[in-house]
């Protein structure tokens, strides 16, 4: 729960559902995303985090549930993957005017801020997987949004390169004031700067700020000391009948 | 021999037909489509059957049954288990062999098959290049409309979404484009053989492409060099002319392919 009511949000779900051929894929879904912070939504594969970015963009529509954004909110998306096909040939250049066509100050000024001054002519299939994510990134600054999605950014980028990314993004944030929501598997990184971070099975298990998380004594033993591969244990107050419904356990 | 009115009609259907092949076959392998022509094309068969049957004429029943089975198979798409290139295939096979078997029933109607197969360029009539006209207006004014949204939706489908371009609608689009394309080349190039002009020219212009513009206006080039070759072989030599178009366009794509590895 955001415990700063001042803040106000640029989107706000209300219980949420998504039901796609009798299967579950998400379940009562509320939250808000405040304005100018980090949302950060952490859970297992197939926990349907990806489905909810989609929600939230409009791309899948919920099967009850609402979506509210504030009017006239502007959203960079930046998707999981880009398969591309090796047939199309781009630049740069081209693939960050494809929607809306922007001068070519706009678009040095917005490269050099993403440290990626000389790829403007490039062609897009030489590209690094790092640089390839900062064109992205790029390309979701370019008209100034209210709201950035990001769908696990760093993925398969080298321990360096993540560092750098995850660096950006956190100065775009306190330099822009946009807000953020992103799923990440790099909890090291991730967690220090988020401001609210939800973890998502199908329904939200816990959620809290992220120092709350981290003070969580089951958190602590989690965050702390342990591998990386234990990140994803969280506390269960509740466990999951066969039947579906959910039973809380003290 | 050029001036003769049944040659100069071949020519400028093959013609048309030809600078059309470069924008759409490129939206074809961009969006990694290629089977998707190939059944679109198979089904054409069946069309010349309805148009035969209710007496409207080959060329409007092949536009109705190939424009009918791109919407059903956009439908379709993502909604069976079946794996989407098998899913293509048996479809296009089925819609070819029903197109067969009906036309060996129909017993007043001698029909040449072959000509609708591979095509038979010299027998383009009046109505057939009026037809095709008609269809190319039409084709233009869709690739005009939606080109750079086309583009958008290829390279990435759900960011376009997220910013607001239709994606339903323009697929749409684009599979009537196709269709409306496979109709207007069943008496050039034959349904056979029409997914072929359709790929290799704008495979070939891949080679040498710097943006996607390039790409589709180079595909057309290669396509009308391609089709005025095909065509003067089979004027001066006598050979099958659709055939040639495709060999043609193939010996090109080979030829880029080697010199691309050369330099590279």
């Known amino acids: 729960m955001v415990k700063d009511n001042t803040t106000q949000a640029v989107v706000k779900l209300n219980d949420v559902n998504l039901c796609l051929n009798n299967k579950n894929i998400l379940e009562h879904i509320s939250f808000d995303i405040p304005a100018k912070q980090i949302t950060t939504l952490i859970g297992p594969n197939g926990a349907g985090k990806t489905t909810l970015l989609k929600i939230i963009l409009g791309i ?191 | 021999m050029l001036t003769e009115p049944f040659v100069l009609r071949g020519l400028i259907a093959s013609v048309i037909m030809a600078s059309l092949c470069g924008p759409i076959g490129c939206l074809m392998i961009w969006r990694n489509m290629a089977y998707f022509s190939d059944t679109l094309s198979h089904s054409a068969l069946t069309g010349v059957l309805l148009g035969l049957v209710l007496g409207i004429g080959d060329n409007a029943g092949v536009t109705i049954v190939v424009c009918l089975t791109a919407l059903i198979l956009t439908r379709l798409h993502h909604r069976n288990g079946v794996d989407n290139n098998i899913f293509l295939l048996i479809s296009g096979q089925t819609a070819l062999c029903l197109g067969i078997i009906g036309l060996s029933l129909m017993p007043d109607v001698r029909t040449d098959i072959t000509a609708y197969l591979f095509g038979d360029v010299l027998s383009v009539s009046d109505g057939d290049l009026a037809f095709i006209t008609l269809i190319a207006c039409l084709c233009v004014l869709l690739i005009v409309l939606s080109w750079k949204k086309q583009i958008f939706i290829a390279v990435m489908p759900d960011v376009a979404h997220s910013e607001g371009i239709n994606v339903g609608l323009h697929s749409v689009i684009f599979m009537i484009l196709t269709a409306l394309f496979i109709s207007s080349g069943m008496k050039t190039t034959g349904l056979l053989l029409i997914s072929a002009l359709l790929i290799i020219p704008a495979a070939t212009a891949r080679f040498f492409s710097k943006t996607p513009e390039m790409m589709a206006f180079s595909a057309s080039l290669i396509g009308i060099f391609c089709v005025m070759t095909g065509f003067a072989s089979s004027l001066y030599f006598d050979l099958p002319a659709g055939a040639t178009m495709v060999v043609f366009c193939s010996v090109l794509f080979l030829i880029c392919h080697l010199i691309r590895s050369f330099i590279q």
């Open chain 1, 60 to 250: 899948v529509a919920p099967s009850s549930g609402t979506v509210w954004k504030k009017e006239g909110i502007k959203i960079g998306y930046v998707p999981q993957k880009l398969y591309l096909s090796k047939n199309i040939p781009l630049t740069v250049e081209r693939f960050l005017c494809l929607n809306e066509h922007y001068n070519r100050k706009e678009l040095m000024d917005i490269l050099e801020e993403t440290g990626i001054p000389d790829l403007l002519s490039s062609s897009i299939h030489l590209l690094s997987g790092g640089e390839m994510q900062r064109v992205m990134f790029a390309r979701s600054l370019l008209k100034h949004p209210d709201l950035l999605v990001l769908d696990e950014p760093a993925q398969g980028l080298d321990p360096v390169a993540e560092e750098q990314f995850y660096a950006l993004l956190n100065r775009f944030n306190q330099e822009k004031k946009c807000a953020v929501i992103m799923v990440s598997h790099d909890l090291h990184i991730v967690l220090s700067s988020s401001h609210q971070v939800l973890c998502i099975n199908r329904h939200i298990c816990c959620r809290g700020s992220a120092k709350e998380i981290i003070s969580h004594p089951d958190c602590q033993q989690l965050f702390g000391e342990e591998s990386l591969l234990s990140l994803y244990r969280h506390r269960h107050d509740h466990r999951h009948l066969p039947n579906g419904d959910i039973k809380y356990v003290d």
